[in-house]
């Protein structure tokens, strides 16, 4: 079992539409990272988050550590939100502050 | 600041030929990473380094060599490529101590895409 699980793998809608993807892991986290990737493009970075919401834009993003659990929405999303998204965590020690990955969720936004 | 450059983009590599991904950094980042990027799995470290003149293996080193000489400079070495070196090669930087308190966030790399033919 993976240590990082997202769900949904793929998600198609519709422009306008609020969208949400999760996050669930299984292990102790120090902190956890929201992440944004482009067909053939680099990496960038959303969100960290250790509690709480953060709110950036059309994207929000919240964590249930009790529930090890994370949330990413994405309001009256938009075809350039079109990415694949991807959930990854800091363990609690001894990791160096290595991140381990979600496998991603597949995001497209038709006009 | 051009945060995190990597290059090459793209390159094809024969079976058995060498090459260095290079990876600078400009934000005096004490933690430096080397991840691969292969298709529907989630990205594995292949090394890291916590400062210059120190660099550990991750979860995938095999094939692969590193060297940390200055704080900028973050190298990934192939020595004798082999097909399952095709991937995408990301390199991501952080700065902060690590451990439970360890708050900050990561920059990443554009991405170099290889092909071991």
């Known amino acids: 079992k993976n240590e990082v699980e997202q769900s949904p793998q793929n998600l198609t809608a519709q422009e306008g539409e609020f969208i949400t993807i999760n996050c669930s892991y299984s292990v102790g986290i120090s902190a956890l990272h929201w992440l944004q990737q482009h067909p053939g493009g680099g990496i960038v970075s959303l969100f960290m988050l250790s509690s709480g919401k953060k709110k950036h834009g059309r994207l929000i993003a919240t964590i249930n550590i009790q529930e090890k659990h994370s949330s990413l929405h994405i309001t009256a999303s938009h075809p350039r939100d079109s990415a694949v998204y991807i959930c990854?965590?800091?363990?609690?020690?001894?990791?160096?502050?290595?991140?381990?990955f979600g496998k991603g969720t597949k995001l497209s936004v038709k006009p | 600041n051009a945060g995190v450059t990597q290059t090459p983009k793209f390159r094809i590599l024969k079976i058995g030929q060498s090459m260095t991904l290079q990876c600078t950094q400009d934000?005096?980042?004490?933690?430096m990473y080397w991840y691969r990027q292969d298709p529907g799995m989630g990205l594995k470290l292949i090394y890291y380094?916590?400062?210059?003149?120190?660099?550990d293996k991750g979860e995938v080193p095999n094939g692969y060599n590193v060297s940390r000489s200055t704080t900028e400079d973050f190298p990934l070495r192939l020595e004798l490529a082999a097909p399952s070196q095709t991937s995408v090669y990301f390199c991501a930087s952080r700065n902060g101590g690590g451990g439970p308190k360890d708050r900050y966030g990561y920059t990443f790399g554009s991405g170099t895409r290889l092909t071991v033919v």
């Open positions: 934000m005096n980042h004490n933690y």
């Open positions: 990854a965590v800091n363990l609690n020690v001894g990791s160096q502050g290595n991140l381990i």
């Open positions: 380094s916590v400062g210059a003149g120190i660099t």
